[in-house]
């Protein structure tokens, strides 16, 4: 069964940063797009990022720089890189795999806690 473990979560100050990971584990073929989203408490799941297998990005205007995602292939990782972290970037952060020809998975989701 692939697994996407991730990693990077934590307590960070007002204007810090933070590194996330997440990486692919299992019975991989090919993985596709990748991506970052997240969960404030009360608060439905939102896209953070995205990253093709290509390199295309995307990104929610409010993490627009000041979050980068990016990935390397051939560890089967993704990572998002947060810098100026707010207190309401606070959220649960997930990880997420397209894989081809057809299927998705989730990460088991990192704690991310902006607060003075």
């Known amino acids: 069964q692939v697994q996407l473990v991730e990693s990077g979560g934590g307590l960070v100050q007002p204007g810090g940063s933070l590194r996330l990971s997440c990486v692919a584990y299992g019975s991989i073929l090919s993985i596709s797009d990748m991506a970052w989203y997240r969960q404030a408490p009360g608060k439905e799941r939102e896209l953070v990022a995205v990253?093709?297998?290509?390199?295309?990005?995307n990104y929610a205007d409010s993490m627009k720089g000041r979050f980068t995602i990016s990935r390397d292939n051939a560890l089967n990782t993704v990572y998002l890189q947060m810098t100026s972290l707010k207190p309401e970037d606070t959220a649960v952060y997930y990880c997420k795999a397209w894989f081809r020809p057809t299927g998705t998975k989730w990460g088991q989701g990192t704690q991310v806690t902006v607060s003075s």
């Open positions: 990253i093709t297998s290509g390199g295309s990005t």
